[in-house]
């Protein structure tokens, strides 16, 4: 199996939601276990075999550049990408398309999980996807991305849908090729969520992969509270 050596972290978020906690550093920066979020994920990366990482950085930036450094001492390559405006999830990744020539991993910075890496890979190579999205079964799906399946095939996909046409909501990982990144347009915001992941999509190259076992999306306190007892 094709080994993916790249990972693209959104780390750029400030977590409005979370209130004080990220009044003075950015959301990937919270503590769960004595350790940040974004450093939870990218051992978790490193792990399954990645070496580079690419962080797009924007909020309270110079906190996360003051944690990992150059990233010499734990990664083969540690790159920063900075929007001077928020860019959007579609516009950050733009914005690092020299940085991503391979098929790489594209994930938001607010995300504990611990699945089969290898087996969402080899799951991605095996349909020849252009786009593989991690997805996660939950009881409310309402305030995520929501796919519905044909098979392993994503037929339509919708953020945060009003009424939603599955349980299944995108996770936050996804395993991706460079060609996805002609259909965002330059120099402007962009949802990948809302403006791309819909025209891979009707191209019938979008799949969904099932995560099983634990997986936290660090968005509420709740949420953190959680974390704090599995990690």
Same mark, same amino acid.
């Given at each position: ?30 503590? %769960? ?26 909020? +309270? ?5 003051? &944690? ?6 734990? &990664? ?13 999830? @579609? ?34 190579? +095996? ?35 009003? !009424? ?23 120099? +402007? ?7 791309? #992941?819909?025209? #891979? ?9 099932? %995560? ?5 999306? !660090? @968005? ?12």
């Amino acid at each position: 199996m094709k080994n993916i050596k790249t990972a693209f972290i959104l780390a750029g978020g400030r977590g409005t939601r979370l209130g004080e906690l990220t009044e003075e550093i950015p959301k990937p920066m919270i503590k %769960v276990a004595g350790k940040p979020i974004l450093h939870h994920m990218t051992d978790w990366f490193s792990s399954y075999g990645v070496k580079r990482f690419v962080l797009a950085i924007h909020y +309270k930036k110079e906190k996360i550049i003051e &944690y990992f450094g150059d990233g010499k001492e734990l &990664y083969e390559e540690l790159i920063y990408t900075e929007e001077t405006l928020p860019m959007g999830t @579609g516009g950050a990744l733009k914005l690092a398309e020299k940085h991503l020539k391979d098929t790489f991993i594209f994930a938001n910075g607010d995300i504990l999980t611990n699945f089969n890496l290898y087996d969402m890979m080899e799951f991605h190579f +095996k349909h020849k996807a252009l786009l593989t999205i991690a997805l996660k079964a939950v009881k409310e799906p309402k305030r995520f991305g929501v796919a519905q399946l044909d098979g392993d095939r994503i037929e339509k996909f919708i953020e945060k849908p009003e !009424i939603p046409s599955s349980n299944f909501i995108n996770a936050g990982i996804c395993i991706a090729e460079p060609e996805i990144i002609k259909y965002i347009p330059p120099n +402007k915001f962009c949802s990948f969520e809302r403006e791309v #992941i819909p025209l #891979i999509t009707e191209k019938r190259k979008t799949f969904g992969y099932k %995560v099983l076992g634990p997986w936290i999306d !660090i @968005g509420l306190p709740e949420a953190l509270k959680m974390a704090d007892e599995l990690w």
